[in-house]
C-alpha cells in the first residue's frame, strides 16, 4: 500500500489559494450587497469568520483584492481566446483573429457583474499593468502580436504599427466596457452588434 504525503510547503501554497480565493469571493460579495466604498478588511474578516490582520497578510488594501479579481478575469478571458484560436486554426488569419475578438468580448460580458464592480471601485486595475513580469505565454498582446505579425507575412493584413496589438485591445476592452454599463450586452441585438464591431477592427487591418 502507498502512502503519498503531501510536503509541507505544498499543503501551505494550497492553504494561501484556498483562503485568497474565499477573500476573493467575500469581497465580491459585499462589493455587490453594499458597493466598493462600503468594502472593508474587516467586512471581510467577519464573512470568513478570521481576523483583520490575517486578512492583511494577504493583501494590502482593498485595491490590491480588485486587482487580484481583474487578473482572474484577464486569465479566463486569454485562456478561453487561446482554445478558440486551436479550435480555427485551419482558417485564414484573419478569420482567426475575428472569432478570437469575438470570445474576448463575449468572455467579458459573461463576467460583467465582475467588470463593472473592477470599474465601479476608480481603480482602473482592468487596465493597470501586473508589477511582476508577465511570462509572454500570459501576455495577451504579445499573442496577438505573433498573429498579426503572420498575417502581414502573408499578405493578408497590411503592414501595421508596432502598437497595433495594444491599440486592439483597447480597443475591445473599451466597447466591452461601455456595452456593459449600457447593458448592450442584455440586448436581442447583442450578437449583431459584436459581429459588426469586430469586422470593423479586422478591416481596418486587411489589405485590401
Not at 466591452?176 to 459584436?194: F, G, M, R, T, Y
Amino acid at each position: 500500500m502507498e502512502v503519498f504525503i503531501i510536503g509541507t510547503k505544498e499543503r501551505r501554497e494550497k492553504e494561501k489559494e484556498n483562503m485568497k480565493n474565499a477573500i476573493l469571493e467575500a469581497a465580491i460579495k459585499i462589493i455587490k450587497d453594499e458597493g466598493y466604498d462600503n468594502l472593508s478588511m474587516r467586512k471581510i474578516a467577519n464573512a470568513i469568520d478570521y481576523t483583520p490582520t490575517a486578512i492583511y497578510s494577504y493583501y494590502k488594501d482593498k485595491a490590491e483584492i480588485v486587482f487580484d479579481i481583474s487578473l482572474q478575469i484577464q486569465k479566463k478571458t486569454l485562456s478561453d481566446v487561446k482554445v478558440d484560436l486551436e479550435k480555427n486554426k485551419r482558417l485564414k488569419v484573419d478569420e482567426q483573429l475575428k472569432s478570437a475578438f469575438k470570445v474576448f468580448i463575449q468572455c467579458s460580458a459573461e463576467y460583467s457583474e465582475m467588470v463593472r464592480i473592477i470599474m465601479g471601485s476608480g481603480t482602473k486595475a482592468i487596465f493597470g499593468p501586473n508589477e511582476d513580469p508577465i511570462p509572454l505565454e500570459e501576455n495577451g498582446a504579445y499573442l496577438l502580436n505573433q498573429y498579426l505579425v503572420f498575417g502581414q507575412q502573408e499578405s493578408i493584413f497590411r503592414k501595421l504599427d508596432e502598437n497595433i496589438s495594444w491599440m486592439l485591445i483597447t480597443a475591445l476592452i473599451g466597447f466591452s466596457i461601455n456595452a456593459i454599463e449600457n447593458n448592450l450586452h442584455l440586448s436581442k441585438d447583442w450578437d449583431n452588434l459584436v459581429e459588426v464591431y469586430v469586422e470593423m477592427l479586422i478591416n481596418g487591418i486587411r489589405n485590401c
